[in-house]
């Protein structure tokens, strides 16, 4: 008898391991589709564990089980967490990507609106080189010894 029991033990054991990697494997694959397209893209978009069951080949009813309440718990908080960090819906997706738009849309205007500063900044300084340069050019006709400040030598010299 105790011979029979262990077989059942290491086959319910087996069946519980197949049965998660299943479900492990079909959480890969979904996560693989939401990166891809932006969404979940099967049954309208609603990801529930009923789903997931359904995409694993599995009853819906197998998680409920009581071996599988770890699995059960897994499944749930994954499904938790992807519900914070990705729309699983088209709706939900494009709402999203048009925050993100919108998003990019103000760091672009604000990126712009440094670039005008720099710009005319950069305009003035050009007009004061050529200021000083005249005046740099002016005193040296007239005969006014002017130190260059970039090499440190004389320019009369």
Same mark, same amino acid.
């Given at each position: 008898m105790g011979e029979r029991v262990e077989k059942l033990k290491a086959s319910s054991a087996?069946?519980?391991?197949?049965?998660?990697?299943?479900?492990f494997e079909t959480i890969r694959t979904i996560e693989a589709e939401i990166a891809k397209d932006g969404?979940?893209?099967e049954n309208n978009g609603a990801l529930t564990r009923t789903e997931v069951?359904?995409?694993?080949?599995?009853g819906s009813s197998t998680l409920?089980?009581? &071996? &599988?309440?770890k699995t059960r718990d897994l499944v749930d908080e994954w499904l938790h967490q992807l519900? /914070?960090?990705?729309?699983t819906t088209v709706k939900a997706a494009? $709402?999203?990507? $048009? %925050?993100?738009?919108e998003w990019y849309e103000g760091v672009?205007? %604000? $990126?712009s609106a440094e670039v005008q500063k720099i710009? $005319?900044?950069?305009?003035? #300084?050009?007009?004061?080189?050529?200021? /000083?340069? #005249? %005046? #740099?050019?002016?005193?040296?006709?007239l005969g006014k010894k002017v130190i260059e400040m970039g090499s440190r030598r004389s320019i009369n010299d």
């Open positions: 087996a069946r519980r391991r197949a049965t998660e990697e299943r479900i969404w979940y893209p069951c359904r995409r694993a080949g599995i409920r089980n009581e &071996h &599988h309440r519900s /914070l960090r990705s729309p494009k $709402v999203t990507t $048009v %925050q993100k738009i672009i205007r %604000q $990126v710009s $005319v900044e950069m305009e003035k #300084l050009r007009a004061e080189n050529v200021s /000083l340069r #005249l %005046q #740099l050019k002016a005193s040296n006709e």
